[in-house]
């Protein structure tokens, strides 16, 4: 019997943060309903490859080391791709150094955002504009279908629902939304946790400072919050102590820090079965997003606006109710607050966050 030969295989490159990745599998989702015959190879960061282990969208898993022969392996890379004969090459990135992998990669399709440097080179380019409150999953999916993604935006804005899969029935355009696969394994180191009774989870750090809400406003929920729920304080090695320290603070003999003792696939597992999830403008705000879990999503010194906003489909966006002319101060935020006065983070109510346990 003859065999349909395998389209040839689709290279995302997303080598930004942990958040961009999560996003990014947006993409996955479209890509495996749409063209499910067509293999799909993920780029990423060293450090980040583990959030995609095991993803039944992906065929293979492509390590940029940014920290060790950074340009060296980028030339690597570039040979890996080309050797690879990808029909489509993808950066979802507006940096010189992915534009150069998607301008030389030799696929016939080289898609990109037109801000890129290299974008001349492409054969797609798509605007890219910050700040519309158009989301950032939705500008990564005008890449691949210009229409679609306006019509995922807009049933995002009608419905935050869960993850829609195209119904045949319909004349809607399904909603692709992020997602992630905890495995097995990821659910078994969780289970101890979540098998002990209600619980609240709380991921307090942020790699910048005017991202993350401060320590003794963490301690005023975690009092205010009841006192038969659990609360496990998550985060990855970096923010240990940070979380230790919080723990101790509250005095509250079930706050309980496990950062640094799960990974990330497995976080998302046990953020999934929480009452709610308290996070700030960060990754662990995606992970919510990726398995549906309930999220309550602190905006200190950015803004929802700028498009990374929650999409789990019982999500609260917090924020000062204070009018603050330096609000938004940066796209990412700043490691304090240029005038000082933190204003944005302490003007938030601890009523504010309360709402969300209680409605």
């Known amino acids: ?18 958040g961009d990745v999560i996003l990014m599998t947006a993409l996955l989702e479209y890509l495996h309903q749409t063209e499910p015959a067509t293999p799909v190879d993920v780029l990423v960061r060293r450090g980040n490859e583990g959030l995609l282990a ?82 950032e999953v939705t500008r990564n999916l005008r890449l691949l279908n210009e229409e679609l993604g306006m019509r995922n935006e807009q049933l995002r804005t009608d419905n935050n629902s869960s993850f829609l899969i195209p119904d045949s029935s319909s004349n809607k355009a399904p909603l692709y939304l992020p997602r992630l696969y905890p495995s097995a394994a990821d659910e078994a180191a969780v289970a101890p946790y979540a098998e002990s009774g209600p619980y609240i989870c709380i991921a307090p750090t942020s790699v910048w400072f005017t991202k993350q809400y401060p320590e003794a406003k963490w301690l005023e929920l975690l009092a205010a919050l ?48 929480a009452i709610m999830n308290y996070v700030n403008d960060s990754a662990p705000m995606h992970l919510c997003s990726a398995v549906g879990a309930p999220v309550t999503a602190i905006f200190c010194s950015t803004v929802p606006a700028f498009g990374f906003g929650p999409l789990a489909p019982v999500s609260f966006v917090v924020e000062t109710r204070e009018p603050l002319a330096c609000k938004p101060c940066g796209l990412h935020g700043h490691g304090a607050c240029p005038l000082g006065h933190f204003r944005c983070a302490y003007g938030i109510e601890l009523g504010q966050l309360l709402e969300s346990v209680s409605s």
């Open 226 to 273: 009841p006192q038969h729920v659990a609360v496990y304080l998550l985060g990855g090695p970096p923010d240990v102590a940070a979380c230790e320290r919080l723990a101790a603070a509250s005095g509250r003999t079930n706050v309980v820090s496990i950062a640094g003792k799960i990974g990330l696939l497995a976080s998302a597992a046990l953020m999934r079965g």
């Open 54 to 135: 095991g993803h039944p969208h992906v065929r293979s898993i492509l390590i940029w080391d940014k920290k060790y022969r950074k340009y060296a392996a980028l030339w690597d890379l570039l040979g890996q791709i080309r050797a690879a004969k990808y029909g489509r090459v993808v950066t979802l990135q507006r940096f010189a150094s992915t534009g150069f992998l998607t301008a030389f990669s030799k696929a016939k399709e080289r898609i990109g955002f037109a801000k890129n440097p290299l974008s001349r080179f492409f054969t797609r380019r798509v605007p890219h504009q910050i700040g519309n409150g158009v989301h």
């Open 1 to 18: 019997m003859l065999t349909t030969p395998a389209p040839p295989a689709t290279l995302l490159i997303q080598t930004a943060f942990i």
